[in-house]
Nanobody, 119 residues
């Protein structure tokens, strides 16, 4: 299983970035896909998640600025980030999770991509 993130970088406050996470080795369409981030000295936190049926959920701190989307044909999940703030700085990780009753759970992580918001 591989989750490969891309699209991170340095951006000024108020700017935009789009992160991508390409998955392989899993039946992508049945997994919930999420983006997490970890700032220096802080715990990893959930940013956004999209379920297999397309339902989404966001951290309060990013609501109205970030959008998560998935393309099952491309086995890819995206995170569009607008109006970026310095507090959005961190390493962004892609997660694939599968939880079903009476069956094993699966949880995979990408290697992370750095997002730095600074002037």
């Amino acid at each position: 299983v591989q989750l490969v993130e891309s699209g991170g970088g340095l951006v000024q406050p108020g700017g935009s970035l789009r992160l991508s996470c390409a998955a392989s080795g899993i039946t992508f369409s049945i997994y919930a896909m999420g983006w997490y981030r970890q700032a220096p000295g802080k715990q990893r936190e959930l940013v956004a998640v999209i379920t297999s049926d397309g339902s989404t959920n966001y951290a309060d701190s990013v609501k109205g600025r970030f959008t998560i989307a998935r393309d099952n044909a491309k086995n890819t999940v995206y995170l569009s980030m607008n109006s970026l703030k310095p507090d959005d700085t961190g390493v962004y990780y892609c997660n694939a999770a599968l939880s079903r009753p009476y069956a094993p759970n699966y949880d995979y992580w990408g290697q992370g991509t750095q997002v730095t918001v600074s002037s």
